[in-house]
């Protein structure tokens, strides 16, 4: 399945300025990071069309019942609403389309990644009140209420299977069956914006990675991750490559030039490689 056609370069620009400038903001909006993520994938989604995303957020949050309490009743009304009502859940092919990461795609078809789906639900449960946050468990995001941690009472939903509350060990299960290791606390933490954000443009690239006739997408997922305000220095080299690969072989060469210098300060033999790289990339300019 093709992916969307991009925005023009007019737009991508400001949707990169945007999302640069949201990104660095005290508290950063998740969902208007998505929707910039999601605009800068189809260029079909303009202003209004964002818009409209916010305005269904809204209006799904105003079905939920008012202030349900416990931790556990907010987990069961956002699971009897989204999942039940509205049939929001995940199916193994989701992860085999670009759809499944862009939030108004998987709004429109109530179908989407794990981690787009608990921005759904972490959206809606947001605007209505209730304690939520999402929870980066190894190869599968979930959301939790109240306060984080089992033994404060921390309660899990897993929106992928229509927002199933999970039990303790429902989790280990999760997390067995992904890393082969036990769960561990620290695995319970809340998930920051922008750690979200980046996830979901990591699965963006990976997306695109094993889809080499779409290298396009994947390059503009490193460039909106180079626009955080803390990445890996590791995304210049996989944006060079990706420009060599798409025959831009003078600022691919130029961006593995300079991935070469930050590399050298700890690893020299490694930073000749690059350079090589570079060379390379140069020669087929001839």
Not at 171 to 176: N, Q
Request: aromatic share 6%.
């Amino acid at each position: 399945m093709r992916p969307p056609r991009p925005p023009s370069p007019e737009r991508s620009a400001e949707l990169r300025r945007r999302f640069a400038e949201k990104a660095r903001c005290e508290r950063p909006d998740l969902s208007t990071l998505c929707l910039l993520v999601a605009a800068e994938a189809d260029g079909a989604l303009d202003e209004a069309g964002m818009d409209a995303v916010e305005v269904e957020l809204d209006r799904l949050a105003g079905e939920l019942p008012y202030r349900p309490g416990s931790p556990h009743a907010w987990a069961v009304a956002l699971r009897e609403l989204l999942g039940g009502r509205y049939g929001f859940h995940g199916v193994p092919d989701d992860y085999r389309r670009l759809e499944s990461s862009l939030l108004h795609e998987v709004l429109r078809r109530r179908r989407g990644l794990p981690i787009l789906l608990s921005v759904v639900w972490m959206e809606v449960a947001r605007r209505a009140g209730a304690p939520v946050y999402g929870v980066a468990l190894p190869g599968h995001f979930v959301v939790g209420f109240g306060e984080a941690g089992a033994e404060a009472g921390q309660v899990l939903a897993d929106p992928f299977d229509g927002g199933r509350v999970l039990t303790g060990a429902d989790a280990e299960l999760l997390v067995a069956g992904a890393t082969g290791a036990p769960l561990e606390a620290s695995m319970l933490t809340p998930a920051g914006v922008l750690d979200v954000v980046l996830r979901i443009l990591n699965n963006v690239r990976a997306w695109s990675a094993a889809r080499p006739e779409h290298s396009g997408v994947g390059l503009w997922a490193v460039e909106l991750s180079l626009l955080l305000p803390s990445h890996s220095a590791r995304l210049r080299y996989e944006r060079a490559q990706l420009l060599v690969q798409r025959g831009d072989f003078q600022d691919g060469a130029r961006e593995l030039d300079a991935y070469a210098e930050v590399v050298a300060a700890v690893d020299e033999p490694a930073a000749e490689r690059i350079r090589g790289q570079a060379q390379a990339a140069r020669a087929l300019l001839n």
